[in-house]
T-cell receptor, first 115, second 116 residues
């Protein structure tokens, strides 16, 4: 049962344009969402997060949007840079309760930014 | 501020052996969790420790175990290694505050285990 899904295995974008990575979830108990960037054989690097009480969170070039009714979130990267090329993972958890350290991950999306 | 530190970074073991991986969380972080990444299964939660107690557990066999020490450092152990245990094992830590950004989970670089 894939509770967090990233339906696009890969995305190719030109440098300077916008990258939009999508994520869907099915578990309505999830109320805190995180995006990570990852290179092979390395640990995920935290990018940005959003709580379900918000619908948008910005940090520099990264913006995450949450549509709670559709159980959908997206990560926007503007402008995209070649250094952004990596695998991006969406993750979800319960905010509070007893599941502090338990993340459920999507399958990841490979982003390639072409110069 | 130092990040999550994992040792060793790379190791090769033989089927049937056991392995212990170590993790030092970010200073002040009391929650430590472990994940396994494989090409076929992606990133999967193994277990989480808080105050030396296992608080959550994923769907892994009993061969996978862990513990946390009073200084929040953690170890995980895999006994009777199988070829399918070859994976990147990731440790993560968080502040474990009830709400909001204290919930952000930070990962170490991982320990790459190859079972031959």
């Amino acid at each position: 049962d894939q509770q967090v899904k990233q339906n696009s295995p890969s995305l190719s974008v030109q440098e300077g344009r916008i990258s939009i990575l999508n994520c869907d979830y099915t578990n309505s108990m999830f109320d805190y969402f995180l995006w990570y960037k990852k290179y092979p054989a390395e640990g995920p690097t935290f990018l940005i997060s959003i709580s379900s009480i918000k619908d948008k969170n910005e940090d520099g070039r990264f913006t995450v949007f949450l549509n709670k009714s559709a159980k959908h979130l997206s990560l926007h990267i503007v402008p995209s840079q070649p250094g952004d090329s990596a695998v991006y993972f969406c993750a979800a958890k319960r905010d509070g309760g007893t599941s502090y350290g338990k993340l459920t991950f999507g399958q990841g999306t490979i982003l390639t930014v072409h110069p | 501020k130092a990040g999550v530190t994992q040792t060793p970074r790379y190791l090769i073991k033989t089927r049937g052996q056991q392995v212990t991986l170590s993790c030092s969380p970010i200073s002040g972080h009391r929650s430590v969790s472990w994940y396994q990444q494989t090409p076929g299964q992606g990133l999967q939660f193994l277990f989480e420790y808080f105050s030396e107690t296992q608080r959550n557990k994923g769907n892994f066999p009993g061969r996978f175990s862990g513990r946390q020490f009073s200084n929040s450092r953690s170890e995980m152990n895999v006994s009777t290694l199988e070829l399918g245990d070859s994976a990147l094992y990731l440790c993560a830590s968080s502040l474990d505050s009830p709400r909001g950004s204290g919930n952000t989970i930070y990962f170490g670089e991982g320990s790459w285990l190859t079972v031959v």
